[in-house]
């Protein structure tokens, strides 16, 4: 099992980025993904979330209207668009993959946003 982010970058406020997460060695359209960040200094917090069919979406308030998660399924890949970025927005990004019974998690390494002009 395998869960690799990318698309972290340097980026000025007001800017945006898409991050990638790509899964490889579980069915990846039967799992709930989430984006999570922790920034330097705070605990790890949940971002968004996606169900396995792509239907349900859900979002921290403090990214609410700014973010939009998504999927594909015949990539194996689930992203986060990150619109109207601010620096309370850098933090290293990480995605997990929960299965359906929530008895199965997995973690990316992460990959880290800074905004910053």
């Known amino acids: 099992v395998q869960l690799v982010e990318s698309g972290g970058d340097l980026v000025q406020p007001g800017g945006s980025l898409r991050l990638s997460c790509a899964a490889s060695?579980?069915?990846?359209?039967?799992?709930?993904m989430r984006w999570y960040r922790q920034a330097p200094g705070k605990e790890r917090e949940w971002v968004a979330s996606i169900n396995g069919p792509g239907t349900y979406t859900s979002y921290a308030d403090s990214v609410k209207g700014r973010f939009a998660i998504s999927k594909d399924d015949a990539k194996n890949t689930v992203y986060l668009q990150m619109d109207s970025l601010k620096p309370d927005d850098t933090a290293v990004y990480y995605c997990?993959?929960?299965?359906?019974?929530?008895?199965?998690?997995?973690w990316g390494p992460g990959t880290q946003v800074a905004v910053s002009s």
């Open positions: 060695g579980f069915t990846f359209s039967n799992y709930l």
């Open positions: 997990k993959a929960l299965d359906p019974r929530g008895i199965r998690e997995y």
